[in-house]
C-alpha cells in the first residue's frame, strides 16, 4: 500500500490506539505479576454476571430472540426497547419524552463521534465550529472524534482543597466565554477521569449559558443514574433533561461493554439525525444489548441490580483505594481527586517534573499500567503545567493488585522527584 488517507492518518493511528493496544498486550499476558490499573473495563461484579446470563438465556427461550439477531432494526434502533426504555425515564423523571426523542447507537463512543461531527467542525456557511469542554481534563475517548482540526476547546478548572490529600475541580464561569464559533457545550458527569461529579449549580449555571446562545448542551451520562448509578454522593446528583439538553447513555459501565449499546435522549431533529448516520454508517444499530435489558427495564429489576450490587460494590472499591491511596502516599506531596463517581482516582504529583508520558514508561517496565494525565486535557488554553502532573488509575480491580501498584507508582515518584 502506497499511501492511506488523511481519513486514515486522523482516526487510525492516533495516541489513544497505542495505548489500548499497550492495554490490550498486558490484559492478554498471563504474566501474574502485571498491575492493570488502566482501561476502563467496568468490573465483573458475580450478581450482575449472573443476572445477565439469566436474561441471555431466557431471551434466547422467548419469541425476542428471533427480532433481536434475525432482523435488522430501523436505524433509530429496536422499537420495543425504546418504547421501554421511554416509559421507564417517563415513570422515573417525569420528562414527557416520546419514542422519538431516543435513538441507539453502537455504544456511546459512537454517538459522540456522530454528536460532535454532527454540530461542530466545517460548516456550510464557511465557517468552523467546536464543541466547548467546560471543565478540563475530560474524558480522553472524546480526543480524536473530530473529523476536522481544532474541533475542541477545553478550559482550565477552578480547585478546591479539602482534606486528606483531597480536591476537586469546579467549573471556573469566570473564564468561561461562549463566543460565536461554540457549537455546543459538553460535559461528561461523573467525569472520566476524575471521578468527579460537577454540582448541581455548576449543571443548571451551565444549562443556563447553553440556552442563552441557543446552543445544545451535551451531558455524557455513562457512569451516571439511572444506571449504572456509579455515583457516592448523595448531594448534587440530580439528572437534567429538556430539548435543549442531549444526554448520553449507555449500558457498558452497567456491565455490558461487549454488546455495544449506546443511548442518546434528544429532541426530535437531533435524533432524525442520528438514525439517518445509524442507516449511513451502519444501516441500523446492534440489537443484542436492546434484547439482554429490555425486561430488566421493563421490570425495573435494573434498578435493583444497581441499588444491591452495581452501587454498593464500586462504593466498597472506591473507599478501599482512597483509603489506600492516603496511606500509600501519606509522606508524598499528592492529591486525590475527590472520588465521587466512576470508577477512577485521579492523582495529582505537583512535584513532578518528567511528564506523566515519561512515568507511564517507567511503570510500564515495572509491569504496572496507568493512564497518563496528559492527553485527558484536551484542547486546552492556555497551558498549564498541572495537565504532565496527574495520571488516572482505574480501582475495579483485586485490592492486593492495587496495593502493589500504587506502592510502586510510589516508589518511581520519589526517585523521579530525589532525581530533580
Ligand atoms: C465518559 C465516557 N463516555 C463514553 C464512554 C464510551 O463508552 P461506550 O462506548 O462503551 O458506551 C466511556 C468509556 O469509557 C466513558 O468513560
Redesign the pocket.
Known amino acids: 500500500m502506497k499511501q492511506f488517507s488523511s481519513f486514515a492518518k486522523r482516526l487510525s493511528n492516533t495516541g489513544i490506539t497505542e495505548l489500548m493496544h499497550d492495554l490490550g498486550e498486558a490484559n492478554k499476558s498471563k504474566d501474574p505479576k502485571i498491575c492493570m490499573l488502566g482501561g ?1 473495563n467496568p468490573a465483573l461484579i458475580p450478581e450482575v454476571i449472573n443476572t445477565l446470563t439469566k436474561e441471555a438465556k431466557s431471551l434466547i427461550d422467548s419469541s425476542y430472540f428471533e427480532s433481536s439477531v434475525a432482523y435488522y432494526s430501523s436505524p433509530q434502533g429496536e422499537g420495543t426497547f425504546i418504547s421501554a426504555l421511554c416509559d421507564f425515564l417517563n415513570h422515573h423523571f417525569q420528562w414527557g419524552i416520546s419514542t422519538k426523542n431516543i435513538a441507539l447507537t453502537n ?4 454517538s ?1 463521534f456522530y454528536l460532535f461531527n454532527l454540530l461542530a467542525g466545517d460548516m456550510p456557511d464557511g465557517s468552523h465550529k467546536k464543541i466547548l469542554f467546560p471543565l478540563s481534563p475530560e ?1 480522553i ?1 472524546y480526543r480524536d472524534l473530530g473529523l476536522s482540526d481544532n474541533m475542541f476547546f477545553s478550559k482550565k478548572p477552578s480547585i478546591e482543597y479539602s482534606d486528606n490529600k483531597q480536591f476537586k475541580y469546579h467549573i471556573d464561569f469566570d473564564a468561561l466565554e461562549i463566543t460565536d464559533d461554540i457549537a455546543a457545550i459538553c460535559i ?1 458527569r461523573p ?2 477521569p476524575t471521578g468527579n461529579v460537577i454540582t448541581d449549580k455548576e449543571l443548571e449555571r451551565l444549562d443556563l449559558l447553553a440556552k442563552q446562545h441557543q446552543i445544545p448542551l451535551i451531558i ?1 451520562n ?2 451516571g443514574l439511572p444506571f449504572p448509578g456509579a455515583i457516592y454522593t448523595e448531594s448534587n446528583t440530580k439528572l437534567h433533561w429538556h430539548e435543549n439538553v442531549i444526554l ?1 447513555m ?3 459501565k452497567l456491565g455490558l ?1 461487549g454488546v ?1 449499546t ?1 443511548i442518546i435522549i434528544a429532541n426530535e431533529t437531533i435524533i432524525d439525525h442520528i438514525s439517518n448516520l445509524n442507516g449511513t454508517l451502519c444501516l441500523a444499530p446492534n440489537n443484542m444489548g436492546a434484547g439482554l435489558a429490555k425486561r430488566l427495564i421493563e421490570s425495573g429489576d435494573i434498578l435493583t441490580l444497581r441499588d444491591q450490587h452495581i452501587q454498593p460494590f464500586y462504593q466498597q472499591k472506591m473507599q478501599a483505594a482512597l483509603t489506600l491511596a492516603q496511606n500509600i502516599f501519606q509522606s508524598h506531596h499528592v492529591y486525590i481527586h475527590k472520588p465521587e463517581g ?1 470508577f477512577f482516582l485521579w492523582l495529582w504529583f505537583p512535584d513532578l517534573t518528567v511528564s506523566t508520558k515519561t512515568l507511564y514508561q517507567r511503570l510500564k517496565a515495572r509491569k504496572v499500567f496507568i493512564i497518563p494525565g496528559e492527553d485527558f486535557f484536551i484542547g486546552i488554553e492556555p497551558y498549564w503545567e498541572h495537565q504532565y502532573q496527574c495520571i488516572r488509575i482505574n480501582y475495579a480491580v483485586n485490592e492486593e493488585k492495587l496495593r502493589e501498584g500504587l506502592c510502586i507508582i510510589a516508589e518511581e515518584i520519589e526517585k523521579l522527584v530525589a532525581s530533580c
Do not use: I, K, M
Request: hydrophobic content about 20%.
Open positions: 476502563g455504544g456511546s463512543q459512537s459522540f474524558y475517548g461528561s467525569t472520566n455524557d455513562a457512569y448520553g449507555s449500558l457498558s461493554p455495544r449506546g466512576a
